[in-house]
């Protein structure tokens, strides 16, 4: 089945009432994991990550009825799904204000165990790369870099310009190179 | 022709780590049966989220009733506390005080510049308790001269230009 087929069967099993729920499940299994690689990569750890792509999905099922079909339905999913991300990093932020913060030393110290394999290295030297990028640059790094997606693609989801987030991406390429150069 | 150009752009960058590593990086293994329940909790939140609500309101109404009985409470202790009106000290008997107390009281509480202003009003102040008025004519010129001349020289101390 197409993408867009699918999307269009989630769609009209949401908006029938009796079978909502089951319009829900198709969604979340069609695209909890890719939500899910997005939010882990700006938010880093599996419960903070779960904690995000819950209220995602909350929202989602709230305001699906809202949901007029001007843009993709990814596109729509990407967008709570960044929001939510920013909004949590930025309460986080707030919080550690009030005590000392080393982004690096956030990630959790049971990743040192997952350096066996090259991949995971490769994983794990990103993640913390990304890490020290500003909230917003790690949004757009993720989309380019990870999820491949267009610029055009990227400005709907974040409705912003083009000319921006490619200025964007170029200063987050230039720090993640840096820090992986250094190590 | 998306992943092309992504590491096209890289090349232009100089980013020949992020370049090799371009879609090489793993994913994260999902918990198994994770998205299934997933939806069964957002579900769950999103149907039982009115309750919380409710439940959140009723925390505060209770907040509120408890303010509004310490606020009730306060005001009625106040209302019942005895204050001095003006008319009760209107009513004091002043003759009731010894002198002694009042003196006392006046060297204790009043400063000397207070109360060379006190007897400056009292002077000017027909009738004063204080300090009765002395007609000039009564003072002696001999008492005059004799009080000016004792302080004389302050005079020379002021510049002409003072005066004027």
Redesign the interface.
């Known amino acids: 089945m197409q993408p867009a087929e699918k999307d269009t069967q989630i769609l009209q099993l949401l908006g029938d009432p009796a079978r909502r729920?089951q319009g829900?499940?198709l969604l979340?299994?069609t695209y909890?994991?890719r939500l899910?690689?997005h939010i882990?990569r700006m938010v880093h750890t599996?419960e903070d990550t779960?904690d995000v792509?819950?209220n995602t999905?909350?929202k989602v099922?709230?305001s699906v009825d809202r949901f007029r079909g001007q843009s993709q339905l990814y596109t729509w999913l990407y967008r709570i799904a960044t929001n939510e991300s920013l909004t949590f990093l930025e309460r986080q932020k707030r919080q550690r204000t009030l005590f000392t913060y080393n982004p690096e030393g956030s990630l959790p110290m049971a990743r040192a165990a997952e350096v066996e394999l090259d991949?995971?290295h490769?994983?794990q030297r990103?993640d913390q790369a990304i890490a020290t990028l500003p909230p917003k640059q790690k949004a757009v790094f993720s989309m380019?870099?990870?999820e491949?997606?267009?610029y055009q693609e990227m400005a709907d989801i974040f409705t912003t310009s083009v000319g921006a987030l490619k200025a964007s991406y170029?200063h987050a390429?230039?720090k993640?190179?840096s820090y992986?150069?250094q190590g | 022709m998306?992943?092309h150009d992504?590491k096209k752009e890289?090349d232009a960058?100089?980013?020949?780590?992020?370049r090799a590593?371009?879609g090489?990086?793993?994913?994260?293994e999902?918990p198994p049966g994770?998205?299934?329940q997933?939806?069964d909790?957002?579900?769950d939140?999103?149907t039982t989220?009115p309750v919380t609500r409710y439940r959140h309101l009723q925390v505060v109404a209770r907040w509120a009733v408890a303010a509004a009985v310490i606020l009730a409470a306060g005001l009625w202790w106040m209302s019942n506390q005895e204050v001095g009106t003006v008319e009760q000290f209107a009513e004091l008997d002043w003759n009731s005080i010894p002198t002694e107390d009042l003196q006392q009281y006046v060297s204790d509480n009043i400063e000397e510049f207070d109360l060379d202003l006190l007897t400056e009003g009292a002077r000017e102040t027909a009738g004063s308790a204080v300090v009765p008025p002395t007609p000039a004519d009564e003072i002696s010129i001999e008492a005059l001269e004799e009080f000016l001349g004792d302080d004389e020289e302050w005079l020379d101390d002021l510049e002409s230009d003072e005066w004027f």
């Open positions: 729920e829900f499940r979340v299994n909890g994991d899910y690689q882990r599996h779960d792509l819950q999905m909350v099922y709230r991949g995971e490769i994983r990103l380019r870099y990870f491949e997606r267009s170029h390429v230039k993640i190179e992986l150069s | 998306e992943e992504i890289l960058q100089d980013a020949p780590i992020l590593q371009q090489q990086v793993p994913k994260w999902l994770y998205l299934d997933l939806a909790r957002t579900l939140q999103a989220k």
